[in-house]
């Protein structure tokens, strides 16, 4: 009786250690591809009511809008004019908002590692000898930092805590790289952990602005 119970148990519990997985995935596919479909939205709306009507691929759509409009904006901007124009919107208007700041600051970190003006990737010290991941947030510029200490897989929730910079190392990662880690429960953390690293406080630059305003590049 007990070895086909056996049996039962272990070819269920297997198939499930397979399916899981690839549900999992699907869903963060599927709020992938809602979020694109989101974000194109506000984009849409400035055109006639009705053209996307009857668009049979949504996501399709979405992708073109976004990557359309973030050409024209970086063809705008490649222009003395155009320049002047975003420098006046982001000091005068844009700036001025925190959460701007954090999203462009955010956003910035997913290309260059260690890009200024972008959220930096780091390794936080303790003095038991663990060591954790962390974003670095904010240089307040008298030795500590405000760092982000993700979750997983919930890559952009966790903590916020002040460190002393002796305690970081920056790592030669961007935030997709880590991010990409934390969303699979931390794998791939040694090749991350592997990669270059330096001191926080050799690396700071001082010119950085540290009021958390950027400037469009």
Do not use: C
């Amino acid at each position: 009786m007990k070895q086909p119970i056996e049996f039962l148990k272990t070819t269920a519990l297997g198939g499930l250690f397979v399916l899981l997985p690839v549900l999992l995935l699907y869903l963060l596919m599927a709020e992938a591809l809602g979020l694109i479909v989101a974000l194109a939205g506000p984009i849409a709306d400035l055109f006639p009511k009705g053209t996307f009507d009857e668009i049979k691929h949504p996501v399709a759509m979405g992708l073109i809008l976004i990557m359309g409009v973030s050409f024209l904006i970086g063809l705008i901007l490649r222009s003395e004019n155009g320049r002047r124009l975003g420098h006046w919107i982001e000091r005068t208007l844009l700036g001025r908002m925190p959460v701007y700041s954090a999203l462009k600051k955010l956003t910035t970190g997913f290309g260059e590692a260690g890009k200024e003006g972008a959220f930096k990737t780091a390794v936080l010290n303790y003095p038991a000898g663990e060591r954790e991941i962390v974003y670095i947030v904010e240089d307040h510029g008298n030795g500590y930092l405000t760092v982000l200490l993700p979750w997983a897989p919930a890559a952009f929730s966790g903590f916020v805590k002040v460190v002393n910079q002796d305690r970081l190392e920056f790592l030669d990662a961007n935030l997709g790289d880590v991010s990409r880690v934390l969303s699979h429960w931390g794998v791939g953390v040694r090749d991350l952990l592997e990669k270059k690293t330096t001191d926080a406080q050799s690396s700071a630059d001082p010119s950085e602005d540290v009021s958390g305003r950027g400037v469009i590049p």
